[in-house]
């Protein structure tokens, strides 16, 4: 409701000093007082109307409700998730909860096995992601600093791999790591990253690309008429100066291979031959699997359980979120730096 | 060190003649890794996927067994099942809808962090933080909770205004609304970024439009967008692309329809589940989407891929 007050108010003064004579004489008990409406009307639309207070105020009005539109769906994971029982079960109670309630977390904890879960996804998430970045950079080098033929067609190729649906890559290859008994086993998501195909891999390919292009060849030139070879080059020059990428690629590459729970319940949760449960059992399919025991429940505990859920949510990403406000810098630095689209 | 550098520039291209073939090989050295897995695990995948999707196969065992039979999945596909061709209009409606506005969004949004804004890097952790954690039962959770949508049918607004338009509009608008803070929180990269475009353009450009006589509309018109085209067209894959692997919209989309199933599950159900026509048919659907993905990001670039610059660009 404020937001539109304060538009309101202002409509209402832009009102004001359009339609009335200049000077405005307000009458008061100490005599009248003169306004020029010039100098307001400088104060309000500025000198050319983006400096103006009506303009800021209009941008920063949009960039709230926006940012609430943003944050809506956390805050109401947070806020659901505190909520105690008699909460849930009154249908009539508002978004806030009436008592803070940290029960709901004691429980989701249990539900999820969180350490167990914790220390497989870190796992499943760090092992791919440290290959991504490996071969990302060797092909990224590759690409940039080297002329050799069909170069055109090989990075044609590489953007096909973005754009070809994951739903039909995963098909055959579902097929090949049946075939050679690998579902269930971590090898189905370390094959494809140590040869440069794991997840979103053109993606950071695109970011190490644009920032090696961006590089001055000059100091690789010295560096090689003083006797170095492209891998010394390589190594000692050109990588430490990518460091923000590599950082970026690397936060992007964990982030995502943590989310992606549609790979991992189709390559890792599955029971393999000698094995009574599923061995890599991450975050996101824990909150699967707890869903869906949910799911044969009743109506009305389904209900009641609404809080522990949304703890459970919370905490799966939770990991995330610290991750993200302690180094959101490097999340944006390497993007801005680089820009995919560059040149 | 002056010196050097200016030996090393004079150098070069001797140097590079010398040694073509020398550098044609330390080039591939670099990206064989990359090479062996391109083949491996994406071309040949699709070069299997599109043969079989020719076939009748199914999985024995271990081991495929196929039988060649021409057209018959695509004509079942369209012709016979039920459900594809309503997924396939119902995404199509959806990502022609959301693409545009997203990107309009993100490219409102980048320009105005743009300007001289205060707490600039506080409103940059908002927009980009959904990014981070979007991720399947996450968002499906917050989605079954109803917390993702802005009804319009439910406002009496919407409601209204969407009755007064043709019927096909008004689809489109409930469509876009019912999942708009779905496809608002997919804008995080693509604000990123326009920004980092946005921050690379010379900024006496616009003092010379301004001077010319130039308003603020036309400068976005004749200098900003036309300069961001191509981050525009980087931009229009990276959604396309998400939206397209992306179960989660497609799922709010089509459990409205016909079941709960986005096109990426449907193909998956295919070939892993009992009632699934089989290994054959989900290649043969994999192709279709595939082709469909691949037209709309062609329109894109027909529009935005960057025309051949009038005057060259100096330096590097």
């Known amino acids: 409701m404020l937001p539109f007050l304060i538009v309101l108010i202002v409509l209402a003064l832009v009102a004001i000093l359009i339609f009335t004579p200049n000077p405005i004489i307000v009458k008061l008990h100490g005599g009248p007082i003169r306004i020029n409406k010039k100098k307001v009307k400088k104060v309000m639309l500025g000198m050319n109307f983006t400096d103006g207070l009506v303009y800021k105020l209009f941008i920063y009005i949009f960039l709230v409700i926006v940012s609430f539109i943003f944050l809506y769906p956390m805050i109401y994971m947070l806020l659901t998730s505190l909520k105690p029982q008699m909460d849930l079960a009154d249908s009539a109670s508002g978004l806030l909860p009436s008592s803070l309630y940290f029960r709901n977390y004691v429980e989701a904890f249990k539900q999820l096995g969180y350490l167990k879960a914790l220390y497989k996804s870190i796992i499943v998430a760090m092992l791919p992601t440290l290959f991504n970045v490996i071969i990302g950079c060797l092909t990224a080098y590759g690409f940039a600093r080297f002329n050799f033929p069909l170069k055109k067609l090989w990075f044609a190729i590489m953007i096909i791999t973005y754009i070809v649906p994951t739903a039909l890559i995963s098909i055959p290859r579902y097929a090949w790591y049946a075939k050679l008994k690998l579902l269930g086993s971590i090898l189905t998501y370390i094959l494809p990253s140590s040869l440069g195909q794991g997840l979103c891999f053109a993606l950071y390919f695109m970011i190490l ?135 | 060190m002056n010196n050097v550098v200016k030996d090393s520039k004079t150098s070069r291209k001797p140097f590079r003649l010398d040694n073509k073939k020398r550098e044609w090989a330390s080039g591939y050295l670099f990206i064989l890794p990359w090479i062996i897995g391109v083949c491996i695990f994406t071309l040949w995948p699709i070069i299997q996927a599109f043969y079989y999707s020719f076939c009748e196969a199914v999985f024995r065992g271990n081991s495929i067994v196929a039988t060649f039979t021409w057209f018959e999945n695509f004509k079942y596909a369209f012709a016979t099942d039920t459900k594809f061709p309503t997924m396939i209009r119902e995404y199509l409606l959806e990502i022609v809808v959301q693409v545009p506005f997203s990107l309009t969004f993100a490219l409102l949004i980048s320009m105005i962090l743009n300007q001289n804004i205060k707490l600039r890097g506080m409103w940059r952790v908002i927009y980009f933080l959904p990014a981070i954690i979007i991720s399947g039962p996450v968002v499906s959770e917050l989605m079954s909770q109803g917390s993702t949508t802005i009804s319009v049918a439910s406002d009496n607004i919407g409601s209204a205004i969407v009755s007064i338009i043709p019927e096909f509009f008004g689809k489109l608008i409930t469509i876009l609304f019912d999942k708009l803070i779905l496809v608002l929180w997919y804008t995080g990269i693509p604000i990123l970024i326009f920004l980092a475009g946005l921050q690379r353009l010379n900024k006496q450009i616009y003092e010379a439009a301004a001077i010319d006589g130039a308003s603020k509309w036309q400068s976005f018109w004749k200098i900003t967008l036309p300069s961001m085209s191509s981050f525009i067209l980087v931009n229009a894959v990276y959604m396309i692309v998400t939206l397209s692997n992306s179960s989660l919209i497609q799922e709010a989309a089509s459990s409205e329809a016909t079941s709960t199933m986005s096109i990426a599950q449907y193909i998956a159900t295919q070939y892993t589940s009992a009632t699934g026509r089989g290994y054959g048919y989900a290649c043969c659907l994999g192709i279709i989407y595939l082709g469909i993905i691949l037209l709309h990001i062609g329109l894109y670039a027909l529009i935005f891929v960057p025309k051949k610059p009038r005057i060259k660009k100096g330096g590097r």
Not at chain 1, 266 to 279: E, F, H, S, T, W
Not at chain 1, 313 to 332: A, D, E, G, K, T
């Open chain 1, 209 to 343: 690309y644009s920032t090696f292009k961006r590089l001055p060849v000059q100091l690789e030139e010295s560096a090689r008429i003083d006797g170095a070879n492209n891998l010394q080059i390589f190594f000692r020059i050109a990588l430490p100066l990518v460091i923000p990428s590599v950082i970026t690629v690397l936060l992007f590459s964990f982030v995502w291979y943590w989310n992606d729970s549609e790979t991992a319940s189709m390559y890792l949760n599955i029971v393999k031959a000698g094995q009574d449960a599923p061995r890599w059992i991450t975050l996101p399919i824990a909150l699967q699997n707890f869903q869906n025991s949910l799911l044969d429940r009743g109506e009305r505990e389904i209900i009641l359980y609404q809080g522990v859920k949304m703890a459970a949510v919370f905490l799966s990403i939770l990991p995330l979120l610290i991750n993200y406000f302690v180094l959101q810098r490097f999340f944006v630095e390497g993007i801005e730096k680089s820009g995919i689209a560059g040149e």
